[in-house]
DNA sequence: GAGATATATTGACACTTGTCTATATAGATG
DNA sequence: CATCTATATAGACAAGTGTCAATATATCTC
């Protein structure tokens, strides 16, 4: 796991993510960083079992079909969504872990001095 | 503060996140959704007083020095870093505050059912 | 004030992104 | 098989983004 912080502080100024790291770390974050997708998480979120199928939720948030297809697309390629189909449904549902590891990764150290 | 959760787990979707509060949280998380403001933010993040000036890390980060100043105008507009002025110096500083209150906002609650 | 140094701004460019409409695909049901 | 429904894909378009070279601004020092 990519943290911004790695083994611990050195007093030198040093590339200490290295650039794939960073790149993927990048990508996850992206792929929360839109108001619509954080919409359509917090509704997940509320939800028993973190989980919806795209009609619903294309009906809540008020962007069209293709589009919230879209959204949880990019959301399913950062490992933060997993899809279960069922039918002619496709229910995609929160992974609670794939959040934890970005805020870990977002933990920044209490000041050393 | 915007976090995914709002009050607690209601059974309905509903837009829990506003709108405001959608597009105010994907700002400071675009703020740090990009590979190299996340390498810079790990070298602040390993000095001693989490700051740096411009200088410092454009040598360090390998671009170019207005790039580097277009990356902190975009940390310190997200309220990720506090700007100090040392004569001719620039120091930006990471406010761990501010990436605390990104990491609540993130937090997704444990399964319900 | 003149020159040197550190930072910010401007303008340009290629690239990415969010959205839509139109269409394709897949599964259920008559 | 035909049709309906749910989802995905393709293509287009406007808007946003990361980078750089060139230039401006601000501060220090002589």
Redesign the interface.
């Known amino acids: 796991m990519s943290t ?3 083994a611990c ?3 030198t ?5 290295h ?1 794939a790291d ?2 993927d ?2 990508r996850r ?2 792929a ?5 997708r ?2 359509l ?3 997940l ?6 989980e ?1 199928c795209v009609c ?2 294309t009906e ?2 008020g962007v069209s079909q293709p589009t919230v297809s879209h959204h949880f697309k990019v959301l399913a390629e950062a490992g933060l969504v997993d899809r279960r189909k069922d039918g002619t449904w496709v229910h995609y549902r ?1 992974r ?1 872990q794939a ?2 590891d ?2 870990i990764a ?8």
């Open positions: 911004i912080m790695s502080c050195e007093p100024i040093t590339n200490v993510l650039q960073a790149d770390l990048a974050l992206k929360v960083s839109d108001p619509t954080l919409k998480i917090s509704m979120a509320h939800l028993p079992g973190l919806a619903d939720i809540a948030l929160l609670p959040f934890e970005l805020t977002l933990s920044i150290p209490a000041p050393v001095a």
